[in-house]
């Protein structure tokens, strides 16, 4: 018998370097990696979560390389997303200005009316006081999030910080949208999802795509 209710499919993107691949491993491995090789088109990882109702969620997420020369092929796997986590470095402005960007391609490729969950990251990197690192503020964020109809959490790979929060909040809110007719999901209930495939995407690149669950 499933341990689980339903399936979500969400994907982590945003510029290389952002800290995406650590937001996964610390989701389903509980580490934190401090020095993580750049992501070969996607990584793969699931975990469940229970939702506010008692539900699990089956949540399958997909790391998308940050660089644009795979950008072609990774969206593939926006596909059938009813959830995204797009997130930015808030030590790095060059990962913030990318954003609009990123959005731009979630609401193209996603499934309408996707959850999208802006995410900033290495927020342990700004807690120095006086050596604060930080170039994008909360409220910066905050209010961009807000115009774009966006949910903003700040979180910390290597802490910890929000990541499980970050899942969950964007899981719930999946869960509400298509119990409410706002979102229709083209995964099903209790099994059933078609995601592209790791082997083909490997094939298409010429290189090794990795996967953990």
Not at 71 to 91: H, K, N, P, Q
Not at 125 to 137: F, T
Request: hydrophobic share 30%; glycine share 8%.
């Amino acid at each position: 018998m499933a341990t689980w209710d339903y399936i979500q499919k969400h994907v982590i993107v945003g510029n290389a370097g952002c800290g995406k691949s650590s937001l996964l491993v610390r989701l389903t491995d509980h580490t934190f990696l401090a020095q993580t090789d750049p992501t070969i088109g996607v990584e793969f990882g699931s975990k469940l979560i229970t939702l506010p109702n008692g539900k699990v969620v089956k949540t399958h997420a997909w790391d998308t390389a940050g660089q644009e020369s795979f950008r072609s092929i990774t969206r593939s796997y926006y596909r059938g997303a009813e959830g995204a986590l797009l997130c930015f470095d808030v030590t790095h402005r060059s990962s913030w200005t990318a954003i609009p960007t990123w959005l731009e391609d979630l609401r193209q490729y996603c499934e309408e009316n996707a959850v999208i969950t802006l995410c900033g990251n290495k927020v342990d990197l700004c807690e120095d006081g006086d050596n604060d690192k930080r170039q994008v503020s909360k409220e910066e964020a905050e209010e961009y999030a807000e115009r774009e109809g966006l949910q903003y959490i700040e979180t910390s790979a290597k802490s910890g910080l929000n990541v499980e929060d970050a899942f969950a909040a964007t899981a719930t809110l999946i869960h509400e949208r298509i119990e409410s007719n706002k979102l229709k999901s083209s995964n099903t209930r209790k099994g059933g999802v078609s995601f592209p495939s790791v082997n083909n995407l490997a094939q298409q690149t010429g290189d090794k795509v990795s996967g953990c669950c």
